[in-house]
């Protein structure tokens, strides 16, 4: 089931095209006060999910159970809403923090469920991915 695999590369990348903006936005203004915002959309946004992308895609039998899929539904709604909301609170929006407290605690919570699978999963074999007339031809 390649679908958890693609949407968490898909977003991933997205993640990495918004952490890179405001990184060079940063950079540019001498503004480093969204440090945090920045640096948790490029690990959680970018290489986390592009992590789990990368086990997902390795342990498809992983991605077909229902606790792959509550990971996916909890994590994506919630690290967007974390995000958001972080950069609120680094905007000046202090009563906004018990939402990032509660959106941050269900991103754990997620993860937790991720750390379930890949200790249930990572010893197996993963199988060969796709095979040679799967792939795109080269130019
Ligand atoms: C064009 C790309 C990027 C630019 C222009 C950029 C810019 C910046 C700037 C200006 C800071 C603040 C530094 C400071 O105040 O000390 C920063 C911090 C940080 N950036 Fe980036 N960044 C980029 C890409 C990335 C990527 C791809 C990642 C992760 C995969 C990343 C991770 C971090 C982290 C973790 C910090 C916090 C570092 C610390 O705690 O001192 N950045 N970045
Ligand atoms: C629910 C998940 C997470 C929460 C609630 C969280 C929370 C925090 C907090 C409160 C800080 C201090 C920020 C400051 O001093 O202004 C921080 C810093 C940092 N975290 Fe996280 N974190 C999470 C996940 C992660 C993950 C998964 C990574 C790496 C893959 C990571 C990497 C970092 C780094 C590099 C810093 C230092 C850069 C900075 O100050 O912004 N965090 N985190």
């Not at 905007?91 to 997620?110: F, Q, T, W």
Request: include cysteine; charged fraction near 10%; aromatic fraction near 12%.
């Amino acid at each position: 089931m390649k679908t958890i695999s693609s949407w968490f590369f898909r977003l991933a990348v997205l993640y990495l095209l918004a952490g890179v903006t405001l990184g060079i936005g940063m950079a540019a203004s001498h503004d480093h006060g969204m440090m945090p915002v920045h640096a948790h959309l490029n690990l959680l946004g970018w290489v986390s999910m592009a992590l789990f992308g990368t086990f997902y895609r390795l342990w498809p039998e992983a991605a077909d159970t229902k606790l792959a899929r509550i990971h996916f539904w909890s994590y994506v709604p919630a690290h967007f809403v974390q995000m958001a909301t972080l950069a609120m609170l680094f905007r000046g929006m202090a009563s906004i923090e018990p939402v990032v407290a509660a959106a941050s605690i269900v991103v754990g919570l997620s993860i937790a469920c991720f750390a379930v699978l890949v200790w249930r999963y990572a010893a197996t074999t993963a199988p060969a991915q796709g095979s040679a007339t799967a792939r795109p031809a080269a130019a």
